[in-house]
């Protein structure tokens, strides 16, 4: 169990992106702006209509030439639907159109050219069918100068455009309307997502820093008693936990980028069902844990009895109790993981994962923290930012999203739907972002437990204050950068590892966190050396 707690770690938290951006693909960032092609990219909205009654909307991109698309569908004018003859539109169309909405097909020749012969003809806008199902950002080049384009334009995915497209050849009267509803500052769905990460380092912390004390006061027992001996048992032995070591962070960096290309270079359909049955068994072992550690306070006889289990060994009858449950919640999650309420089963598994490997897995101190932390700083930067020079995309945020599949992003992930965002879609957060900090916040709250500190004069209640705004900043980066995704460690690992080391050093109790990970104790059973006897 201990070394598949390593593993875990490693593995979930490859996923360390804190939220991705729009549905846009990004490969335009770095086209040029110039008078007549400065828009900002925005994500519109078709509505159709077929034969008179509502039909189904669709989500294009407008273009960076052209007016901008009014925001509100009330201002918005429902326009006849026209294909365009020749249907690329790259000369003249051979009838006017008078004030009609031109669909065309994406061809060889420029955007702007299509849209200038659209113009000429009479159309109010042009709808342009992308040749694939991404939404690509439509940009003007350095050499182009007549852009005094006056009708909006805008691209449809590939798989949208043909739907518009067989509605109109087989001989429909369709029409459409053009707006583009603006995103709210901050959705409620942040506001949750921020809550529920805050709230799953709070309480895998407590459980950690509970386990630690109950082992420091069975060692205070024994030392009263005598035991000396029996107070150098490793912390990683029978009681299942495992200290992380410095090269076993350094090493992170190697297995996580590892896992991040892989996932990469192989995501398909039927890798992310792979990856849903290892997140299902790891999301068993997580609820499993965290449910007989709650429920053995009212069922103490069945948490202590135990019944021998082949390949397994002894497991108590709780536990036995409980599994069934557990396998069979994450067996319906996964059927049904793509219904709109499945993201519900998803956070329960990642939280009962992502609590149970806080308690495993352990820092013994500030250095292996800091080393871990500073690793996964740099591997998220590396992943997120600096992979579009070599890859042409951030490797991150497409595996987080699951560009290359038709799954909704990967499981490793936490989410919550954008409940008054109208485009929809969800708000994310990767395991790693909480995880990683997390194992420094509990070793934290170990260290006061242990130092019998209050919470002001202690470590713990600073860290979470710091992690909590780390998380709060990566959101407010979010927002400022249009929806680009952001490295939440990027903000999140200065916040909690700085607040740490400073307290410390100011303390004058950073070489002690540093090293040795916990106060110095006195010990109160020493035995006294024997004085030489003195003649009366």
Not at 378 to 387: G, K, N, Q, R, T
Request: aromatic content about 10%.
């Amino acid at each position: 169990m201990a070394a598949a707690a390593v593993l875990a770690l490693l593995l979930l938290s490859a996923l360390a992106g804190a939220a991705t951006g729009g549905d846009i693909v990004h490969h335009d960032d770095e086209a040029p702006k110039i008078p007549g092609c400065n828009n900002d990219f925005i994500l519109v909205k078709v509505q159709s209509w077929v034969n008179g009654k509502e039909g189904d909307e669709f989500v294009g991109v407008g273009a960076r030439f052209g007016p901008k698309i009014v925001s509100k569908e009330k201002h918005a004018n429902r326009t006849k639907l026209t294909l365009a003859d020749p249907i690329e539109c790259c000369s003249p169309p051979k009838d006017k159109v008078s004030g009609d909405v031109l669909l065309v097909q994406r061809g060889k020749c420029k955007f702007t050219k299509k849209a200038k012969f659209a113009e000429a003809a009479g159309a109010s806008a042009i709808v342009i069918i992308n040749h694939v199902h991404e939404l690509y950002k439509m940009v003007c080049e350095k050499n182009e100068t007549d852009l005094d384009i006056h009708i909006p334009a805008v691209l449809l995915p590939k798989d949208a455009g043909s739907a518009l497209h067989t509605l109109l050849t087989n001989g429909n009267a369709v029409s459409v309307q053009l707006y583009s509803p603006d995103r709210p500052v901050v959705d409620t769905a942040e506001v949750f997502l921020w809550l529920m990460a805050v709230g799953t380092v709070l309480g895998a912390s407590y459980w950690s820093a509970w386990s630690a004390r109950e082992a420091v006061i069975e060692q205070e027992k024994l030392l009263k008693d005598g035991h000396e001996g029996l107070l150098n048992v490793e912390a990683g032995g029978s009681s299942g936990m495992v200290d992380i070591n410095v090269a076993s962070a350094i090493m992170f960096v190697v297995v996580a980028s590892c896992f991040l290309i892989m996932l990469y270079k192989l995501m398909s359909y039927w890798f992310v069902e792979l990856l849903v049955v290892i997140f299902c068994i790891g999301g068993v072992e997580g609820l499993q844990t965290c449910l007989v550690a709650v429920l053995s306070r009212w069922f103490k006889p069945a948490a202590e009895s135990f019944v021998k289990v082949p390949f397994i060994g002894a497991v108590s009858h709780l536990t036995l109790a409980v599994c069934p449950f557990c396998i069979a919640f994450a067996v319906l999650w996964a059927v049904f993981r793509q219904v709109p309420y499945a993201w519900i089963g998803q956070d329960i598994l990642g939280i009962a994962l992502i609590v149970t490997v806080i308690q495993i897995v352990r820092v013994p101190n500030l250095k292996v923290g800091s080393v871990l932390l500073s690793c996964a700083f740099l591997y998220d930067i590396f992943w997120v930012f600096v992979s579009k020079r070599w890859f042409h995309e951030s490797v991150m945020i497409v595996v987080a999203r699951g560009d290359k599949t038709d799954e909704d992003g990967v499981p490793m992930l936490l989410k919550i739907p954008r409940m008054f965002d109208p485009w929809g879609g969800y708000s994310i957060i990767g395991f790693g972002d909480i995880l990683l900090p997390g194992l420094l916040v509990a070793f934290a709250l170990r260290y006061d437990f242990v130092a019998k500190k209050s919470l002001q004069s202690g470590y713990f209640l600073w860290s979470m204050v710091a992690y909590g705004s780390g998380l709060l900043i990566t959101y407010v980066a979010l927002n400022l950068m249009d929806g680009h995704g952001q490295p939440a460690l990027l903000y999140i690992v200065p916040f909690t590892l700085g607040t740490l080391i400073a307290l410390g050093w100011k303390r004058g109790e950073l070489q002690n966190l540093w090293v040795k990970g916990e106060p110095e104790r006195v010990c109160t059973h020493m035995h006294m050396p024997l004085l030489p006897a003195t003649p009366n």
